[in-house]
RNA sequence: GGGCCUGUAGCUCAGUUGGCAGAGCAGCUGACUCUUAAUCAGCGGGUCGAAGGUUCGAAUCCUUCCAGGCUCACCA
């Protein structure tokens, strides 16, 4: 960490000089009036002639990020959010600021002001007539050809990935337009947006293994939330019919590139409407997110060398909605197994699918769909209609109490969303929650606790109610086309270094 | 956790059969009044991821460990 190369030594004597000089190299707060866009929309349009008569004159700050010393002239680019502006510096400010200009370099950040022109090559640039220090940097910045590429480099020192590579600062502007414009979607149609606890005393919601930590004061032990579900619900008790939550969920599993321990999640519920409902609501609302932060509705998927070869996948609505049962039917798997639990574990076995662990008929038809259909439904496709066992919370399906009105969104071969009509039986919801218990019980480590204040909030009535959860770092991957979980999450978890 | 791959200067990368540790950029000194990968001359910069082993000699071969990537398993 505290490297001492001489690259840091030498700008670390700079500092000093600088200091010597009089000259503060931290901290002094500067207005900027303008931003590297407003300059270039304002006036890059605008001939050499045209543009000096105005005298047009503008004040920037930003991290200079290259310099060219001509000796009695120099130019450098200044870097602001908004993007780069180049500057010139004639001998006139060279020579009555000798020490800033004997002590500068790239990566320090500055303030300059004077008049726009161009130059002889034509780009649009400042004539400085003022120079202020605003921070001395002591590192030096990766290298202007090549960048910074390391990957592991890239996500332990975001910074410096966002200062050089400007298509992963554009990349995340772009993660938080699709936040808004999400909030505004449901702030539009009436939803409030809540927040509920990370820590729980009871983890649930989702079947997946929590992180657990420890209340010091209260002696209690407590789980990082896998979910906001039932604290969801509990609200639709009260009375809210329609909320949203945008916030962490935190799993205990692995990392890769598309799994991170810490992860984004929308859940929203609304009152008086059912599965039925949230296919058609989750058809409008996708392709709304994928036109405000695409400006349209096909997406690049994937890449392949022959561009010919490109998927694109297309959110235009309708999209297709199909049974679980039916999806697996249609890859040839016989109806049978969906009758009987002997005939799916052997179909699992002929088909290399490992089921050691489930029990249960509907989770061995889960394996089988994972393996034989959703990699797959690379189009945007409504799954519907899963087996009860998997859905401890959802509502049975009237014609078929083994099945519950559920729907899961498969895009790009993965799960985007998951949604169900909400179970309000409170009966109904004890035994699920039993059932859950005595799995976890026979050793089934991701099986859900008994919840009583759950079941107890039921009791007092939730209105009929569909809910939804969708995984926005994995919804902003496939909008952008991002295949690593690490580029869409500033600060993606790491271990330790060295 | 399993398999495969990677780790060399601040950054991007070479390094042949085991025989003096390399380049470009960045840095330093100097030259240069419109450059944009500025140019020109010169200079400095290394725990070759770590530890151990084989060898007269290891960046290179072997073992273990650390970190990262891809992939499988688990999941969202």
């Given at each position: 960490?505290?490297?001492?190369?001489?690259?840091?030594?030498?700008?670390?004597?700079?500092?000093?000089?600088?200091?010597?000089?009089?000259?503060?190299?931290?901290?002094?707060?500067?207005?900027?009036?303008?931003?590297?866009?407003?300059?270039?929309?304002?006036?890059?349009?605008?001939?050499?002639?045209?543009?000096?008569?105005?005298?047009?004159?503008?004040?920037?700050?930003?991290?200079?990020?290259?310099?060219?010393?001509?000796?009695?002239?120099?130019?450098?680019?200044?870097?602001?959010?908004?993007?780069?502006?180049?500057?010139?510096?004639?001998?006139?400010?060279?020579?009555?600021?000798?020490?800033?200009?004997?002590?500068?370099?790239?990566?320090?950040?500055?303030?300059?002001?004077?008049?726009?022109?161009?130059?002889?090559?034509?780009?649009?640039?400042?004539?400085?007539?003022?120079?202020?220090?605003?921070?001395?940097?002591?590192?030096?910045?990766?290298?202007?050809?090549?960048?910074?590429?390391?990957?592991?480099?890239?996500?332990?020192?975001?910074?410096?990935?966002?200062?050089?590579?400007?298509?992963?600062?554009?990349?995340?502007?772009?993660?938080?337009?699709?936040?808004?414009?999400?909030?505004?979607?449901?702030?539009?149609?009436?939803?409030?947006?809540?927040?509920t606890?990370?820590?729980h005393q009871i983890p649930g919601g989702a079947t997946?293994?929590?992180?657990?930590?420890?209340?010091?004061?209260?002696?209690?032990?407590?789980?990082?939330?896998i979910a906001p579900e039932l604290y969801l619900k509990k609200l639709l008790v009260g009375g809210y019919d329609k909320v949203y939550e945008?916030?962490?969920?935190?799993?205990?599993?692995?990392?890769?590139?598309?799994?991170?321990?810490?992860?984004?999640?929308?859940e929203f519920y609304i009152a008086y409407e059912d599965y039925n409902f949230l296919m058609?609501f989750?058809?409008?609302?996708?392709?709304?997110?994928?036109?405000?932060?695409?400006?349209?509705?096909?997406?690049?998927?994937?890449?392949?060398?022959?561009?010919?070869?490109?998927?694109?996948?297309?959110?235009?609505?309708?999209?297709?909605?199909?049974s679980m049962v039916?999806?697996?039917?249609?890859?040839?798997?016989?109806?049978?197994?969906?009758?009987?639990?002997?005939?799916?574990?052997?179909?699992?076995?002929?088909?290399?699918?490992?089921?050691?662990?489930?029990?249960t008929h509907g989770k061995?038809l889960d394996?089988?769909?994972?393996?034989?259909?959703?990699?797959?439904?690379?189009?945007?496709?409504?799954?519907t209609d899963y087996p009860v066992e998997l859905s401890p919370l959802a509502k049975r399906r009237k014609d078929n109490p083994d099945f519950v009105e559920r729907f899961e969104?498969?895009?790009?071969?993965?799960?985007?969303a998951n949604a169900f009509s909400e179970l309000n039986d409170p009966s109904d919801q004890k035994g699920r929650f039993l059932e859950q218990v005595e799995a976890r019980k026979?050793?089934d480590?991701e099986a859900g606790f008994m919840d009583e204040d759950f079941v107890r909030a039921l009791e007092y009535g939730m209105p009929p109610a569909a809910g939804e959860g969708?995984?926005?770092?994995?919804?902003?991957?496939?909008?952008?086309?991002?295949?690593?979980?690490?580029?869409?999450?500033?600060?993606?978890?790491?271990?330790?270094?060295?």
């Amino acid at each position: 960490m505290d490297e001492t190369n001489d690259l840091i030594q030498e700008r670390l004597k700079k500092l000093g000089r600088l200091r010597d000089a009089g000259l503060e190299p931290y901290g002094n707060p500067f207005t900027a009036v303008d931003k590297a866009s407003d300059i270039l929309s304002k006036f890059g349009a605008l001939s050499k002639e045209e543009l000096e008569p105005k005298k047009e004159k503008c004040t920037l700050a930003g991290r200079m990020i290259s310099f060219r010393d001509f000796g009695k002239t120099a130019f450098a680019h200044i870097q602001d959010t908004t993007g780069r502006t180049q500057v010139y510096f004639s001998k006139d400010i060279i020579i009555s600021n000798p020490d800033i200009f004997k002590n500068l370099d790239i990566g320090d950040i500055v303030g300059v002001s004077g008049q726009l022109f161009r130059t002889r090559t034509n780009e649009l640039t400042v004539n400085a007539d003022s120079l202020t220090l605003l921070c001395k940097s002591l590192r030096p910045l990766p290298e202007k050809w090549h960048g910074l590429k390391d990957i592991e480099t890239r996500c332990r020192q975001r910074y410096v990935d966002l200062i050089v590579n400007p298509h992963v600062k554009e990349l995340f502007l772009k993660r938080s337009k699709l936040i808004k414009a999400l909030r505004n979607y449901f702030d539009e149609r009436g939803f409030i947006e809540v927040e509920t606890p990370m820590m729980h005393q009871i983890p649930g919601g989702a079947t997946a293994r929590p992180f657990k930590t420890h209340h010091n004061a209260l002696g209690l032990d407590l789980y990082l939330r896998i979910a906001p579900e039932l604290y969801l619900k509990k609200l639709l008790v009260g009375g809210y019919d329609k909320v949203y939550e945008i916030n962490k969920n935190f799993r205990n599993e692995g990392i890769s590139s598309k799994h991170n321990p810490e992860f984004t999640m929308l859940e929203f519920y609304i009152a008086y409407e059912d599965y039925n409902f949230l296919m058609n609501f989750t058809e409008e609302l996708i392709p709304n997110l994928c036109k405000d932060i695409n400006g349209g509705l096909r997406v690049p998927f994937g890449e392949s060398a022959d561009p010919a070869d490109n998927v694109v996948i297309d959110f235009t609505p309708p999209w297709t909605r199909i049974s679980m049962v039916d999806a697996m039917s249609k890859e040839g798997v016989d109806p049978s197994v969906f009758k009987d639990v002997e005939k799916a574990r052997q179909f699992a076995l002929d088909n290399k699918i490992d089921v050691d662990k489930k029990t249960t008929h509907g989770k061995i038809l889960d394996e089988i769909f994972k393996k034989k259909v959703e990699s797959r439904l690379i189009q945007p496709t409504f799954i519907t209609d899963y087996p009860v066992e998997l859905s401890p919370l959802a509502k049975r399906r009237k014609d078929n109490p083994d099945f519950v009105e559920r729907f899961e969104l498969f895009i790009g071969g993965r799960e985007i969303a998951n949604a169900f009509s909400e179970l309000n039986d409170p009966s109904d919801q004890k035994g699920r929650f039993l059932e859950q218990v005595e799995a976890r019980k026979q050793g089934d480590e991701e099986a859900g606790f008994m919840d009583e204040d759950f079941v107890r909030a039921l009791e007092y009535g939730m209105p009929p109610a569909a809910g939804e959860g969708i995984g926005i770092d994995r919804l902003f991957m496939l909008l952008t086309n991002t295949s690593s979980i690490r580029d869409v999450i500033l600060f993606p978890q790491l271990k330790p270094e060295q």
